[in-house]
């Protein structure tokens, strides 16, 4: 699955404009870090009854990355929506970094995208071409997942948002959920952590230098070729790391299939300059939410830095997984063959709950 050309990283946007409009200036929180807190949204979506049909593989109970819906004994429906406000001020940028959020939650499943709906809010007052510049990024990641991006809805909105609505395919047999998870696997990441940090780092002005453009670039990396690259392996549990962070995540993972997952917090990869600006006190306020949710449930032996990145709210992350860890060499040489990163971060024991080993 291709990349498309990414252009180059622009200054604020000023094309018929009289100043520059950043929009980053626009948002209140940005990326998945604006996402509401997990234990809100337990307990939302805890009093809703989901439809019973047995064609109904994935929906509420437990609730998913996305849900799926089986149309025959070949296929299945994966559906999902995400969108959030701007965690940069190049708006095609922006439109790629929301487009791959969404996407990457069909590749989580096990699925593959087929057509998506834009989902936008806009600032009326801001020229139409620069929501045209969102729109043609997230048109480009959605072509390079191999889906169409035919149409969406727009309202006003004094703080920008957008996202998709993704409607993909998987055999009924071959979805990935995060409730699979057994005693004797290896956990792997495919992503570095640590996006929430260079973003808010570089919102304050104390970003580290190449520390954005090195989160942007890993944010806008679609997660179909580490899923093409798994896929052969079974893995037993997947998900994405996106707004819960890495702990929750994983605490997540490890409580609906009734595991312990043990993290190495010295194997955990993180972007360039994520772990410099931890270590300088700076957090988001997802970082906080992240930790009312997980910290109950984690135990942790690491550093305040490691910590942090563990909690870190990330936008477009990587697949989280677990399979057999004896078959971690042969994972490890199947990806590098394909040109792609993964790291083995932990492993899965009996028990429950998630801990952070630091030493």
Not at 189 to 212: C, H, I, M, N, S
Not at 273 to 285: C, F, K, M, S, V
Not at 287 to 295: G, L, T, Y
Request: charged share 20%; aromatic share 6%; hydrophobic share 45%.
């Amino acid at each position: 699955m291709g990349e498309p050309w990414v252009p180059p990283r622009a200054p604020p946007y000023t094309r018929g404009m009289a100043a520059p409009v950043e929009l980053t200036s626009l948002a209140r929180a940005g990326g998945c870090a604006a996402k509401y807190s997990a234990a809100r949204l337990e307990e939302l979506v805890g009093g809703l009854v989901t439809a019973d049909t047995t064609d109904l593989l994935v929906g509420l109970d437990p609730a998913d990355d996305a849900a799926v819906y089986r149309l025959d004994d070949d296929t299945a429906l994966v559906f999902t929506v995400d969108f959030f406000p701007p965690v940069v001020d190049d708006p095609r940028t922006f439109g790629q970094i929301a487009a791959a959020n969404a996407l990457n939650d069909v590749f989580a499943m096990g699925g593959k995208p087929l057509l998506a709906l834009s989902v936008t809010a806009f600032p009326e007052e801001l020229p139409t071409e620069m929501l045209g510049e969102v729109l043609a990024g997230a048109a480009e990641k959605a072509r390079a997942a191999g889906a169409i991006l035919a149409g969406g809805h727009t309202i006003r909105d004094d703080e920008p948002k957008y996202g998709l609505a993704v409607v993909g395919t998987v055999h009924p047999d071959g979805v990935w959920r995060k409730s699979d998870a057994r005693a004797g696997d290896a956990v792997f990441l495919t992503k570095p952590l640590g996006t929430g940090l260079v973003l808010q780092a570089a919102r304050d002005g104390r970003a580290p230098e190449g520390a954005l453009d090195a989160a942007i670039d890993a944010m806008v990396v679609l997660n179909g070729d580490a899923a093409d690259a798994l896929r052969p392996f079974e893995p037993h549990a997947v998900t994405d790391v996106t707004g819960f962070g890495l702990l929750g995540h994983a605490h997540e993972v490890a409580l609906r299939s009734g595991v312990r997952i043990e993290l190495d917090a010295s194997a955990l990869p993180a972007l360039s300059g994520a772990l410099d600006i931890a270590e300088t006190g700076i957090r988001t306020g997802g970082d906080r939410r992240n930790r009312e949710f997980a910290a109950p449930y984690v135990d942790s032996s690491a550093g305040s830095a490691l910590e942090t990145l563990a909690y870190d709210p990330q936008t477009a992350g990587g697949l989280l997984f677990t399979l057999p860890a004896e078959r971690r060499a042969v994972l490890q040489a199947a990806f590098a063959a394909a040109g792609l990163d993964v790291w083995a971060v932990g492993s899965v024991t009996s028990g429950s709950g998630v801990s952070l080993d630091g030493s």
